[in-house]
């Protein structure tokens, strides 16, 4: 399974912005990368994903490096409502299935 | 439009037992996963299938099995329950494509069913 790295936990607060890193050293050409997040007692949530280009949406944007081994999740302004564990994943073109790592527990302070 | 809907949200079973955990898809959504999250881990992959057939399977046992039906909602039984089956079932849709389109759209999950075995 391809595989992302994450760090453990992050810390931020509330109002600011939130940059969320992941390594995806082994990553091919057709693989896209996912973010999804998941609130406690809840299922998780899709973000947003890419390909190549960054790409932006309502929720967050994604910068994807050039060289496609890392990425960054950014939350423009974060609220206390987006704190969560934050899953990078790498899909692989044709693969039927998410593997979810340990993620990334986002904690925002007032 | 309705999101992912899974049902029942909470049961209870006995060590033995038989469990039937039931999911609709986003209207539209012809692929369905399952995954199970045991406390305090990311979610695993259990079963996808799109369009009726099984497209992928996950490392677990022959206890464990689904179907999809012909309006795309989904089924997944578990046979024989043991204590480690406890865990959160989710049940996940996607407009992936027949043609190699499974990661070019995000899924949607539903809140899950919590599976306690005692």
């Known amino acids: 399974d391809a595989k992302t790295t994450q760090p453990n936990s992050m810390e931020s607060n509330e109002e600011e912005p939130v940059h969320l890193p992941c390594n995806h050293s082994?990553?091919?050409?057709?693989?896209?990368i996912h973010w999804y997040r998941q609130l406690p007692s809840q299922g998780p949530e899709y973000v947003i994903h890419g390909l190549t280009s960054n790409v932006n949406n309502r929720m967050a944007s994604l910068a994807i490096a050039e060289d496609r081994k890392s990425s960054t999740l950014i939350l423009h302004r974060a609220t206390l409502r987006d704190a969560a564990v934050y899953y990078c994943?790498?899909?692989?073109?044709?693969?039927?299935?998410?593997?979810f790592g340990q993620g990334t527990r986002l904690t925002i302070n007032p | 439009d309705a999101g992912v809907t899974q049902s029942p949200t909470h049961l209870i079973k006995t060590r033995g037992q038989q469990v039937t955990l039931r999911c609709s898809p986003i209207?539209?959504?012809?692929?369905v996963s399952w995954y199970q999250q045991v406390l305090g881990q990311g979610p695993q992959f259990i079963f996808q299938?799109?369009?009726?057939?099984?497209?992928g399977r996950g490392n677990f046992p022959d206890r464990f099995s689904a179907r999809q039906f012909p309006n795309y909602s989904s089924e997944l039984n578990v046979n024989a329950l043991l204590l480690g089956d406890s865990a959160l079932y989710l049940c996940a849709s996607s407009l992936a494509l027949r043609t190699g389109g499974f990661g070019a759209y995000g899924y949607t999950f539903g809140s899950g069913t919590r599976l306690t075995v005692v």
């Open positions: 082994t990553i091919s050409g057709t693989d896209y």
């Open positions: 994943i790498l899909l692989i073109q044709g693969a039927q299935k998410l593997v």
């Open positions: 209207s539209g959504h012809k692929s």
């Open positions: 299938y799109y369009e009726k057939e099984e497209r």
